[in-house]
């Protein structure tokens, strides 16, 4: 009887950590790559000119939502400069110059770190991004709530670490599909382990440690008894 309690008091620590993904966003590369393991930047840089961005990398495809269109682009000079060089990740809509995009991640991961260029949270101030992640549903994001006193053109990172595997995560710039919006462009893509999801390993023992305790003195209490 004891046993079967803790087993199912183990269970429900399991299903409580899953349900309640917590996710930190960060402003900050340096910050965010001190909080995460194993980083795999996409740089870009390795494709052509106006290619479509989709599944070139291993372990993130990319795709277009709201038309998009994620592609490569190389400097605009006078204006974008590569955050790597030579290439960015470009987006298009045709009623504004922008549009969103979305990437979405095959391998276990837990932390996505990118540079968007020319972030305009004055002016259009709802920017946001959605994550997904695999067991603790969709959070949106406003991202001028990570970059409040940012306007204009300059490159800004955005990171999140979750504790929970992250499946994807979509960018969609303010306006998109209507007549104004904001124009961004992308760079530096990373995925990376966080260490934030790495405790909930350890509480996940120390909850087999405290069922395996109950169990054996369970066993203990029987052989008093019989
Ligand atoms: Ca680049
Ligand atoms: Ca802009």
């Known amino acids: 009887m004891l046993r079967n309690l803790s087993i199912i008091t183990f269970s429900f620590l399991m ?3 899953i349900a309640n993904a917590q996710v930190t966003w960060y402003d900050d ?3 965010w790559l001190t909080e995460t393991i194993n980083p795999s930047l996409i740089d870009f840089d390795n494709l052509s000119l106006a290619e479509v961005i989709s599944m070139q990398f291993s372990g993130v495809t990319f795709s277009s939502t709201n038309t998009g269109q994620p592609h490569v682009d190389d400097a605009d000079p006078g204006a974008v400069v590569p955050k790597s060089s030579p290439n960015n990740m470009r987006v298009r809509d045709p009623n504004l110059g922008g549009g969103d995009w979305k990437a979405t991640l095959s391998s276990p991961r837990s932390a996505v770190g990118f540079w968007v260029w020319d ?3 004055v002016g259009f101030p709802e920017s946001k991004a959605i994550l997904k992640t695999q067991n603790g549903g969709t959070i949106e994001k406003n991202i001028c709530e990570i970059h ?3 306007a204009g053109q300059d ?3 955005i990171g999140v670490t979750s504790n929970d595997t992250i499946v994807s995560i979509e960018v969609i710039p303010d306006g998109v599909n ?3 919006g904001d124009f961004m462009v992308f760079d530096n893509f990373s995925t990376a382990t966080s260490i934030q999801s790495i405790p909930a390993i350890s509480t996940w023992g120390l909850s087999i440690m405290i069922m395996l305790i109950i169990a054996s003195g369970t066993l203990v209490f029987r052989g008093k008894t019989t």
């Open 29 to 31: 590369e340096s910050t």
């Open 155 to 157: 490159w800004r990172f």
């Open 119 to 121: 972030l305009e949270c």
């Open 15 to 17: 299903i409580g950590q």
């Open 178 to 180: 209507g007549t104004s």
């Open 148 to 150: 409040s006193a940012s």
